[in-house]
């Protein structure tokens, strides 16, 4: 056999692991993420890709095409475009939209928490767990499959929870749990 699919080092059965994702999942997503990407699909369909239609077509009535800035921007641009509404409009599709008001008040850990916790040399952080399509690391927001996320998730206030990192085992104690207000039924 080649020493290629030789397993050299056998993982220890006390070490905790993550568990894989499972091909296919949930799209959990909150109802705000999915109106911002409902609308920026919209806006492609509506208003950019035919604007790049008109574009294109005017510049391949100026006639050479092959040298044509506009025309072979314009066909660039618009292959983008419908790259991006295939992409959205599959991500919608196989979108599961779970609203973190819901679980307004609970001290447990579920998706949509802004989470506040200390790591064991102390540092605390506060993340808010979303979607994979609506985070933004650079708010705080992190993704529900994100290794931070996972350890965190069904943990309540008080609990200390193990994140799995690549340097070993990291305990983190979670300090705080809010989620959204309820809108105001009108």
């Not at 959990?28 to 911002?36: E, F, S």
């Not at 790591?119 to 927001?141: C, H, P, Y």
Request: proline letters at 6%; charged letters at 30%; hydrophobic letters at 35%.
């Amino acid at each position: 056999m080649n020493k290629a699919f030789i397993k050299e080092t056998e993982p220890d059965d006390d070490e905790p692991t993550l568990e894989p994702l499972v091909a296919g999942g949930k799209n959990y997503i909150t109802p705000q993420g999915y109106a911002r990407l409902r609308a920026e699909l919209l806006d492609l369909i509506d208003n950019e890709r035919p604007k790049m239609v008109e574009t294109v077509y005017w510049a391949a009535s100026n006639g050479d095409r092959s040298e044509n800035g506009d025309y072979i921007y314009g066909k660039k641009r618009l292959r983008e475009i419908d790259r991006r509404i295939r992409f959205l409009t599959k991500r919608l599709e196989i979108a599961e939209v779970s609203n973190p008001s819901v679980h307004h008040g609970s001290e447990h850990v579920f998706f949509g928490a802004t989470v506040t916790y200390a790591d064991d040399s102390g540092e605390q952080r506060s993340v808010t767990i979303l979607g994979i399509d609506e985070a933004d690391s650079a708010l705080g927001q992190i993704s529900w499959i994100s290794p931070v996320a996972r350890a965190l998730l069904k943990s309540r206030v008080g609990e200390e929870v193990n994140l799995v990192t690549p340097h070993g085992v990291r305990l983190l104690e979670v300090l705080k749990v809010d989620y959204p207000e309820p809108d105001p039924v009108d």
